[in-house]
């Protein structure tokens, strides 16, 4: 399951476990993937499921508006019917180990307008603070990691970057 990271200056929780707030990864001149990192989506669905952990997909404002409107839902019933509250945030409700939007096992119901955390996947502050991490269970729960396009370390950077602002402009 994704789980984002929206909380900006407190704390947040992952797919993995509890965890504060990462320093900013353009402080390390030379981080452990500067050679870059290669993914490619396999459709496995596995980011998609919480895998007996609890998992986090944190919403903003604006991915309200956006997710009710594309399944024609008035914001409340929305909120109402997909999403809880944690600590201030509105998370997605999972009442199950998959993403409640996720269909036939591998399928994102809600894809064009699926929440920054969902697309920014893999490449979140939190998978990239450390190289055990990526290869451990980020590896382990993503058949994507180590396949298809090489991204630069900038690209990474950037995308993990603007992943954090993302959330943080829009609570
Ligand atoms: S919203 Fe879509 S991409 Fe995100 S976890 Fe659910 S099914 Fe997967």
Redesign the pocket.
């Known amino acids: 399951?994704?789980n984002r990271t929206p909380q900006h200056t407190a704390s947040f929780r992952t797919q993995f476990g509890y965890r504060t707030r990462s320093i900013p990864l353009t402080t390390n001149p030379k981080p452990w993937y500067h050679k870059g990192l290669r993914f490619e989506c396999q459709r496995s669905g596995n980011?998609?499921k919480t895998h007996g952990e609890y998992a986090y997909?944190y919403l903003t404002p604006h991915e309200v508006v956006s997710i009710a409107r594309f399944l024609k839902l008035g914001e409340d019933e929305f909120l109402q019917k997909h999403c809880a509250e944690d600590e201030g945030h509105t998370i997605l409700r999972i009442d199950s180990p998959d993403?409640p939007?996720?269909e036939n096992g591998n399928s994102?119901?809600?894809?064009p307008v699926?929440?920054q955390q969902?697309a920014s996947w893999p490449f979140w502050q939190d998978n990239l603070e450390d190289q055990s991490r990526w290869e451990g269970p980020v590896k382990g729960c993503c058949p994507g990691i180590g396949r298809g396009p090489l991204f630069d370390a900038g690209q990474v950077e950037r995308i993990a970057e603007e992943t954090e602002e993302w959330y943080e402009g829009d609570t």
């Open positions: 399951m994704h980011c998609c997909i993403c939007f996720l994102c119901g809600i894809y699926r929440p969902c």
